[in-house]
């Protein structure tokens, strides 16, 4: 089996994986994105294989909207060794950092909830780079561990407007 009929059997995985329920879907994609890191010879993907099994699945933060959107995505996607990782690395953040529309920075770009594993501070980034702290501003520190913001992190979080 050739190296594009590998990929393409991984994008067939990742639709297939988008239109199960939450669980399912968080286990396959620890599958897949096992098995793009072994294909891609990558380290891209430890990330989200290391959030993904390591926390419990129903306080993973997903939309509709966010699945609905990979679906497209996914579906319209014609498989390329040059692009697949980087499609695959923003689908994962999509589904599984907490997006939603109306949620932009002032770049009208897309936020993602993040969270400081030291101190377990949310914050949001943006597509952009664009970081705006939840509750209040993490300090930069060495050996600062960054996971995803589970939905227990996100209830009854105050977004802070003035960080200095």
């Known amino acids: 089996m050739n190296f594009n009929t590998h990929l393409e059997r991984n994008k067939l995985a990742v639709i297939s994986a988008l239109s199960s329920d939450k669980s399912i879907l968080i286990g396959e994609f620890i599958i897949i994105l096992k098995n793009s890191a072994s294909l891609l010879k ?3 993907f430890n990330f989200w294989i290391d ?3 390591n926390i419990n699945h129903s306080e993973v933060p997903m939309t509709k ?3 609905v959107d990979a679906q497209k ?3 319209e996607y014609k498989s390329s060794k ?3 990782k980087n499609i695959l690395l923003d689908t994962c953040e999509n589904l599984f950092t907490y997006w939603q529309g109306d ?3 002032s770049m009208q770009g897309q936020f993602y909830y993040y969270k400081d594993k030291n ?3 949310v914050f949001k980034q943006s597509v952009f780079g664009y970081i705006e702290y939840v509750d209040r501003a993490i300090k930069k520190s060495t050996g600062t561990q960054f996971g995803i913001a589970l939905i227990s ?4 979080i105050v977004v802070v407007d003035d960080l200095y």
Not at 153 to 156: A, F, Q, T, V, W
Request: aromatic residues 12%; glycine residues 4%.
């Open 42 to 44: 990558t380290d891209d």
């Open 51 to 53: 959030e993904l099994q």
């Open 65 to 67: 909207y966010a699945v």
């Open 73 to 75: 995505s996914w579906n």
């Open 82 to 84: 040059t692009t697949f």
């Open 103 to 105: 949620d932009l920075c």
């Open 119 to 121: 101190t377990n501070l």
């Open 153 to 156: 992190d996100l209830h009854g």
